[in-house]
């Protein structure tokens, strides 16, 4: 499957974004879908994530109550709406695909085997 990352910007502290994420492919929604962040100088962090089969969501705690992930298995896309943007939030985001991970392992980078390019989001204070 091949992942192209889309809606990042600039935007000031309290605003809103929203991200997408489209992929190729007829099997979309086998895939579980997650968002990483790689801020500079820091390593990638997971961010959130949304399975498959009935598409459970896992937030990392910074984000909760903030973001929301949804993906529409229609249209082959998933989306991250970021409310309450911080300028800690600014980042390279990536979405990632897997197929067949198991839920324990959901946070984990390396279990993702697919890839978008990043979408630059930054936060002004």
């Known amino acids: 499957v091949q992942l192209q990352a889309s809606g990042g910007g600039l935007v000031q502290a309290g605003g809103s974004l929203r991200l997408s994420c489209a992929a190729s492919?007829?099997?979309?929604?086998?895939?579980?879908m997650a968002w990483f962040r790689q801020a500079p100088g820091k390593e990638r962090e997971f961010v959130v994530a949304?399975?498959?089969?009935?598409?459970?969501?896992y937030y990392q705690d910074s984000v909760k109550g903030r973001f929301t992930i949804s993906r529409d298995n229609a249209e082959n896309t998933v989306y991250l709406q970021m409310n309450g943007l911080k300028p800690e939030d600014t980042a390279v985001y990536y979405c990632a695909a897997r197929i067949g991970g198991i839920l324990s392992t959901v946070r984990f980078a390396y279990t993702y085997s697919y890839w978008g390019q990043g979408t630059l989001v930054t936060v002004s204070s």
């Open positions: 949304i399975r498959s089969s009935g598409g459970g969501t």
């Open positions: 492919g007829r099997t979309f929604s086998r895939y579980d």
